[in-house]
């Protein structure tokens, strides 16, 4: 199953952000061992000067098969990331929700940006075997507002199977058709309706 | 999944841990029952009344 956790909230309390970032650069952990670092995305995450190094921009809350930072143009009110490892063919079996909106910066943030894009760039990764999709977190940009981190920790390594209907001469025929699944260990059944 | 009105024609059945389907029937309503058996997980089947599984292109999962 899928775990979602929340990696977004302004209100958050001070001491989280470092309990995040200590357990950053620890390999072998893999993302779901760590801890919920659920304050990571506050006011902090756009404070960053323009010369700063872009590239941990994302770094405490996302792990190594997610999100990463690769190009920006950090003016103020628009960079541009790049999604790597997202998943393609895929996507249809994971289970995101919404993991919070990243805060804006408060007034004291001296780039604030009240209003930002994002344009994503997403592509799928060369080598899927290399490393794993089914970590594979996801960022979504709406002009204007807050981007959205939807983080999945833990994947999703649950088995599914998908039944398509097909009718003797159209589709009709299949409509109101009863298909019952039954695994080999459970002894429950699973039907669905046709539609 | 549903887009602009029109839903996905595929049944979808969660199967938790479990890597392979004992049995599949299904009832369709002209009253013919289509029986499957062992099939396995991850997979998109086409089932046509009165042939049975039957090929059909579909994405292919990447990593399975």
């Keep these: 199953m899928a775990r979602i956790h929340r990696a977004g909230g302004r209100e958050q309390p001070e001491g989280a952000l470092g309990r995040a970032k200590n357990f950053e650069g620890q390999p072998g952990r893999t993302s779901a061992e760590r801890p919920l670092p659920s304050q990571i995305f506050r006011c902090a995450t756009f404070c960053q000067p323009r010369s700063a190094t872009i590239s941990n921009f994302f770094s405490p809350p996302v792990d190594d098969d997610g999100i990463s930072v690769r190009s920006s143009e950090f003016g103020g009110t628009a960079f541009t990331v790049t999604l790597r490892n997202l998943i393609s063919a895929g996507k249809r079996s994971l289970k995101f929700t919404s993991a919070g909106a990243l805060a804006p910066a408060k007034s004291t943030c001296p780039t604030t940006a009240a209003v930002f894009r994002l344009r994503l760039r997403c592509k799928a990764d060369p080598t899927p075997s290399r490393r794993s999709p089914l970590n594979a977190d996801f960022l979504s940009g709406r002009l204007g507002q807050a981007p959205q981190l939807l983080r999945n920790d833990g994947g999703n390594t649950n088995h599914w199977l998908e039944i398509l209907l097909i009718g003797t001469k159209s589709n009709h025929d299949r409509v109101g058709a009863r298909v019952k699944v039954s695994a080999v260990i459970s002894f429950s059944t699973t039907s669905d309706r046709a539609a | ?64």
């Design chain 2, 1 to 64: 999944m549903s887009y602009q009105s029109a839903q996905d024609p595929r049944l979808h059945f969660g199967l938790g841990q479990r890597s392979t389907i004992g049995a599949v029937e299904i009832i369709w309503p002209s009253g013919m029952v289509t029986k499957l058996s062992n099939l396995k997980s991850d997979q998109i089947v086409a089932v046509k009344e009165g042939t049975g599984i039957v090929e059909r292109p579909f994405p292919r999962v990447s990593w399975k």
